[in-house]
């Protein structure tokens, strides 16, 4: 009996099982492993890549503010204080809100722009009033920042932004540059944005199913945009010629949506104009601190999870496929173990697989999220992307359920 349970002679089923957890094993490896070293390769790309200090374009930085208050000074501050040898402008697009106006607020982004402008001669203000409906009015918001901007090169950004380095706009900037000079002339930059949790003492953490959506939407649409297969950006932190937003005749093709500004405007920006740089040098990712990550992240997933519908569907289907395959291997590995008891072999391989599997998984995906500086993930990754088809069912229900809320002639609906 003891030389027996060495032998070969397991089931065929157990045999047949062991190849299917071999092979999901292996497709989730490649698959992750691929997209993950594209989006780290392209940010040591911008590290290794040297900052202009000539021939940077002027620039005009489109602040969305709504419900900043206090947050938003220091963002101002920060981006006239950047490093940057050309000339800079910043537009607050500001969406009023009743919370923006309220006279008992020590934080009143209405008081908080009245200081500002007495602070910077360069600093120019638009406003979404009130009352304004049936429109997008973060849309209206941006459109009427860079209809007032008067240099060639736009970057938005969000008023809750948090800017960490003082080259962020040279690292975004630099791909506007012709290419003779050492650029790549690009029409659109991407950057990216990193939901952190707020300094506020009473901050909510930044949990570890946050923190995975997060690293893994970022490396399905940062990846798919490095190959040439734009599809989305982030709104916090995106950079395009101001002559190409008007030459698309800005957010047109869908002011009937409320959301759309960062994806569906970036696709079908990309796919009218060539060249779409990625930028993902440290330096250039901004943060978001939010004292409420979860509910700040709950209303981008139902914009998101709604215009997906309006996208090419490979990337979304090329992900599903993955988690599926998380699916299949447990299912292969459990009729593995069951069927081949007591046989030793296929139960030493299956475990093998499983090491294999879950240890690549875990170091990917922290490089993942360092590379996006979002919290680093280790020991739960598996659980994590075994649960994830669970996750992203929750969203899209919810979205179901309340489509109407994503239309801008819909009442019901919380201001994003």
């Known amino acids: ?175 506007f540059i012709s290419t003779n000079n050492g650029g790549d002339g690009a029409t659109i930059v991407i950057g990216y944005a990193s939901l952190v949790e707020g300094d506020n003492e009473y901050s909510k953490p930044l949990s570890r199913r946050i923190a995975f959506d997060q690293a893994r939407d970022g490396v399905r649409y940062l990846s798919c945009a490095i190959k040439g297969h734009t599809y989305r950006g982030d709104s916090a932190n995106l950079a395009y010629l101001r002559e190409a937003f008007f030459a698309h005749r800005g957010f047109a093709d869908y002011l009937n949506l409320r959301a759309g500004d960062d994806d569906l405007f970036v696709a079908s920006m990309a796919e009218r104009f060539p060249g779409v740089a990625v930028e993902l040098s440290p330096a250039s990712i901004i943060e978001i601190p939010d004292d409420m990550p979860s509910i700040g992240h709950r209303e981008k997933r139902h914009q998101r999870d709604f215009t997906r519908q309006y996208l090419s569907q490979w990337p979304f289907r090329l992900w599903g496929s993955v988690s599926l395959a998380w699916w299949l291997w447990l299912g292969a590995t459990a009729a593995t173990i069951v069927l081949a008891i007591p046989y030793l072999i ?47 069912l929750k969203f899209r229900w919810l979205v179901r359920r309340h489509t109407e809320s994503q239309y801008t002639w819909s009442e019901n609906f919380k201001s994003l």
């Not at 009245?114 to 973060?138: C, D, E, F, I, M």
């Not at 995906?365 to 075994?386: D, I």
């Open 1 to 175: 009996m003891e030389n027996s349970i060495f032998s070969l002679d397991a089931p065929t089923l157990a045999w047949v099982a062991l190849g299917v957890a071999l092979l999901c094993a292996l497709y989730i490896v490649v698959i992750v492993a691929s997209r993950i070293r594209r989006v780290v390769g392209a940010q040591q790309e911008s590290i290794d890549a040297p900052l202009p200090t000539s021939d940077l374009p002027a620039v005009s930085v489109v602040v969305y503010a709504h419900n900043t208050g206090a947050q938003m000074a220091s963002l101002i501050d920060a981006i006239f204080g950047q490093d940057y040898p050309s000339a800079i402008e910043v537009i607050i697009a500001h969406d009023e809100s009743s919370e923006d106006n309220a006279k008992d607020s020590d934080f009143s982004t209405t008081d908080v722009i009245t200081t500002l402008q007495q602070r910077y001669s360069h600093l120019t203000v638009t406003y979404v009033p009130l009352g304004a409906r049936n429109v997008s009015r973060k849309k209206l918001a941006i459109t009427l920042g860079v209809k007032a901007a008067s240099h060639p090169v736009i970057v938005v950004t969000d008023g809750h932004a948090r800017i960490t380095s003082h080259d962020w706009l040279r690292c975004m900037t630099r791909h």
């Open 346 to 392: 296929p139960l030493i391989a299956v475990a093998i697989i499983w090491i294999g599997l879950w240890l690549s998984v875990m170091i990917y995906w922290r490089r993942a999220c360092k590379a996006l500086m979002t919290r680093r993930l280790f020991f739960t990754v598996p659980f994590l992307s075994l649960w994830y088809p669970l996750y992203n």
